[in-house]
């Protein structure tokens, strides 16, 4: 019922900078928390940021300065700007939401995911 769609990945160089994008659709009341994960080879999916409806937004150590969440909520879409990037960065960045549907269930999304490689 909800469906995410990530853009934005691909190649760079260290200390470079890329801009991910996460636009939300399909038939939901509202969307809370939606956020950025990451998994790096052969380890678990970790948190990269999240922002809740009103703006508040929360990172991790690793990306905290350097990484800037972002959302519109007229179009459904969050964004992760990623600068001063690092081969250590390095991994696939999955797309999350937190939509409510109009029953009032409440559901955990999650895109396909996009591919970020950072060369050092």
């Known amino acids: 019922q909800v469906q995410l769609v990530e853009s934005g990945g691909g190649l760079v160089q260290a200390g470079g900078s890329l801009r991910l994008s996460c636009a939300a659709s399909g038939s939901f009341f509202a969307i809370n928390t939606m956020g950025w994960y990451r998994q790096l080879s052969g380890k678990q999916r970790e948190l990269a940021a999240t922002?809740?409806?009103?703006?508040?937004?929360n990172y991790a150590n690793s990306v905290k300065g350097r990484f800037s969440i972002s959302r519109d909520n007229a179009k459904n879409t969050v964004y992760l700007q990623m600068n001063s990037l690092k081969p250590e960065d390095t991994a696939v960045y999955y797309c999350?939401?937190?939509?409510?549907?109009?029953?009032?269930?409440?559901?955990?999304?999650w895109g396909q995911g996009t591919q970020v490689t950072v060369s050092s």
């Open positions: 922002i809740t409806k009103g703006g508040s937004t």
């Open positions: 999350n939401a937190v939509p409510t549907l109009s029953t009032g269930a409440v559901y955990n999304v």
